[in-house]
């Protein structure tokens, strides 16, 4: 069934991880021209371009928030955050490239619209997130799964696979820009008396089985970041237009 073959592709990815980390496997990610993730960032550019030829308003945006905003989307589960993120920024700055135009705006968008941008409805967003808005979340929550499946799947060498997967450099790394997010979030939140506002299970890179899914923790980072835009921006009206705006 699907759900087999998804986990299979997993075991194909992360076992396989060790060839990646290699100066050729690297070189067809990042730095031969046309590489795989060249190839998708312009893909992308060129169907963003194919949309804002489109002549009505909503349908720009509908093909924006649907179809280029997550052409990306599966990368961060395959790719390690440290060679995707210079792609999901470039595929990012289009998407806001095509909202300015969209918006007929005469110049770039401001820091607090393009946060807007790429955040979910739920928090006063445009819900049009890009990769580069969950790279770490994503990445974290992929191996979650594998840890799972090596853990229940009765394979003979899946002991030896799941210690290789918890000795990524890439995994940990990761873990470590997540559980440095939730603490400063947590030491904040005690400081304005609001304890327990931000609950998440501890990220031990020793126990990836144990890894919440996907959709906890790239809501944890929509919520943080929503809440950092609020509390740094000046402008009343944007704030309570973004606020009137969650769901």
Not at 125 to 145: H, K, N, Q, Y
Request: hydrophobic share 40%.
């Amino acid at each position: 069934n699907s759900e087999t073959w998804g986990l299979r592709s997993l075991h194909k990815v992360w076992t396989g991880y060790s060839e990646l980390r290699s100066v050729h496997s690297l070189s067809w990610y990042r730095q031969v021209p046309g590489g795989h993730l060249d190839k998708i960032v312009e893909a992308s550019a060129s169907l963003i371009d194919k949309v804002q030829q489109v002549g009505h308003t909503q349908a720009q945006y509908l093909l924006l928030r649907f179809c280029t905003s997550v052409a990306m989307h599966h990368c961060p589960r395959l790719i390690s955050p440290h060679i995707l993120r210079p792609f999901a920024d470039k595929h990012r700055s289009l998407i806001h490239k095509a909202f300015q135009h969209l918006l007929h705006a005469s110049s770039p968008l401001s820091h607090f619209q393009r946060v807007r941008v790429g955040l979910p409805e739920w928090e006063g967003g445009m819900a049009c997130t890009t990769s580069a808005e969950v790279l770490d979340s994503a990445f974290i929550a992929s191996a979650g799964a594998a840890g799972q499946w090596y853990c229940s799947c009765g394979w003979p060498e899946a002991e030896r696979l799941y210690v290789a997967l918890t000795a990524l450099p890439a995994l940990r790394g990761a873990v470590d820009v997540m559980t440095a997010m939730i603490e400063d979030a947590s030491h904040r939140s005690k400081q304005g008396g609001k304890q327990g506002m931000y609950k998440l299970p501890v990220l031990d890179p020793d126990r990836p089985d144990l890894f919440p899914r996907q959709n906890v923790l790239s809501k944890v980072v929509h919520r943080l970041t929503a809440q950092d835009l609020l509390k740094k921006a000046t402008d009343r009206r944007s704030k309570s237009w973004m606020l009137s705006c969650s769901l």
